[in-house]
């Protein structure tokens, strides 16, 4: 019969420093949440894409729908989240609604990333 071995009993020793206090509150990274979401969806990285190349600028929702290949409803609800991410900025010309990237909003995503 074979003997096991006797373990040391635990000490309070620490093994390593304690984590630092949390830099990012709790609504700060819900908001940073809503703009990874929004950027995590293959068809709403294309929007941004389309209206950021642009050269007007803004990019009516009307011609959105044909390079996706996706109805008109799908495309307002991910432009939709993409404003509420405050990735765009959505402007209403008459009967159609035109988008283009908010100001700064890319810079934004990068300075999220660099601070984490």
Same mark, same amino acid.
């Given at each position: ?9 635990? #000490? *309070? ?19 940073? !949440? ?6 995590? *969806? ?7 894409? +389309? ?6 600028? !803004? #990019?009516?929702?009307? *011609?959105?729908? *044909? ?17 509420? !991410? ?15 990237? !908010? ?8 300075? +999220?990333?660099?601070?984490?």
């Amino acid at each position: 019969m074979k003997l096991l071995p006797v373990l040391e009993p635990v #000490t *309070d020793e620490v093994c390593c420093p304690p984590a630092g206090a949390p830099t990012l509150g709790p609504e700060e990274a819900k908001q940073q !949440a809503l703009v990874f979401k929004a950027l995590a *969806d293959p068809n709403r990285l294309r929007l941004l894409s +389309i209206i950021k190349a642009a050269s007007s600028g !803004a #990019t009516c929702v009307c *011609d959105l729908t *044909d390079p996706l290949d996706l109805s008109q409803p799908t495309v307002s609800h991910h432009l939709k989240v993409l404003v509420e !991410a405050g990735l765009l900025h959505r402007e209403k010309r008459g009967t159609w609604a035109y988008f283009s990237l !908010a100001p700064g909003a890319l810079d934004g995503v990068v300075g +999220i990333l660099t601070n984490l």
